[in-house]
């Protein structure tokens, strides 16, 4: 029963420019164009999920459906991807919010400080003002979420929810351990390696890779995930990853302590939320 109400989910994929970047969105339920929307008709509430690394926005698709349906269909969930981890299919267009002001391009844009400004630049083109916010970050996302709010007061964020957060001294964790000199010393090895075994492999090989790969994690999502071996997704990825391990040391109490009362871990975040 539960599977049959989450396919009747309206779920739209749309393709902005933003900070000078093809970013791929996935909204769940009727909303596309808040600003198009009647302020009488408007959502108060906009749910915003920010992946972790490499976490393509499809992943999250049936967690973001789950919540969709908890909430009643009373609020929009929206996943956005990071920047440079999608590339626009040809029957696709890219749209651009009205007046949009986050065109120009961002300095660094794949790297962490770029992904911050890239949320930043989307939040401030596509959310109305009178509409709240609640983040949802995971792992990295978990980062980018604190210093979302950190960075632009405001967006009107009434509540972050951080899972499985990642924002304190990731090379010092044994993944970190092993990852740090993989990323941070031999990245370019690996982007060579993916260019040279990927980008000559036909899609038909790549798709059947992936789709294997899903099913072995019991990924099953109407959306697919065309650019999870694409070597220039992977590369910003790895890009990504390799600042995480530099930048991501010491725990920023001072953003946590500042917006505490706006803060919840997973253990918290269900009853809150509804």
């Given amino acids: 029963m539960a599977s049959e109400v989450q396919e009747e989910i309206p779920v739209h994929e749309e393709f902005f420019l933003c900070g000078g970047v093809e970013t791929q969105i996935l909204k769940c339920g009727p909303w596309t164009n808040l600003f198009d929307t009647q302020s009488v008709t408007r959502p108060k509430l906009l749910i915003f999920i920010i992946p972790g690394n490499p976490g393509f926005s499809p992943f999250y698709l049936p967690f ?31 749209l651009t919010a009205p007046d949009e ?101 036909p899609e038909i090989i790549r798709s059947f890779i992936t789709r294997k790969a899903l099913e072995r ?12 071996l694409q070597p220039f997704c992977l590369a910003n990825a790895a890009y990504l990853g390799s600042q995480e391990m530099i930048q991501v040391r010491k725990r920023d109490d001072e953003i946590i302590k500042e917006h505490l009362p706006k803060v919840s871990g997973p253990a918290t975040w269900g009853s809150q939320l509804l």
């Fill in 64 to 94: 973001a459906k789950n919540l969709y349906s908890l909430t009643k269909g009373s609020f929009p969930v929206w996943m956005i991807s990071h920047a440079g981890f999608t590339l626009v299919p040809k029957d696709k267009k890219i």
């Fill in 217 to 228: 994690l019991s990924f099953t999502g109407e959306i697919p995930l065309k650019n999870l």
């Fill in 101 to 201: 002001p986050n065109a120009q391009e961002i300095e660094d844009i794949y790297g962490l400080n770029g992904q911050i400004e890239h949320k930043i630049a989307f939040l401030r083109a596509h959310v109305p003002k009178d509409v709240k916010i609640i983040l949802i970050g995971h792992s990295i996302g978990s980062y980018i979420s604190l210093r979302v709010m950190k960075h632009a007061p405001e967006l009107p964020v009434i509540h972050t929810f951080l899972l499985f957060p990642t924002i304190e001294r990731m090379a010092e964790t044994p993944n970190g351990r092993i990852a740090t000199p993989l990323l941070c010393w031999f990245r370019y090895a690996l982007y060579a390696t993916s260019y040279l075994v990927l980008k000559p492999c």
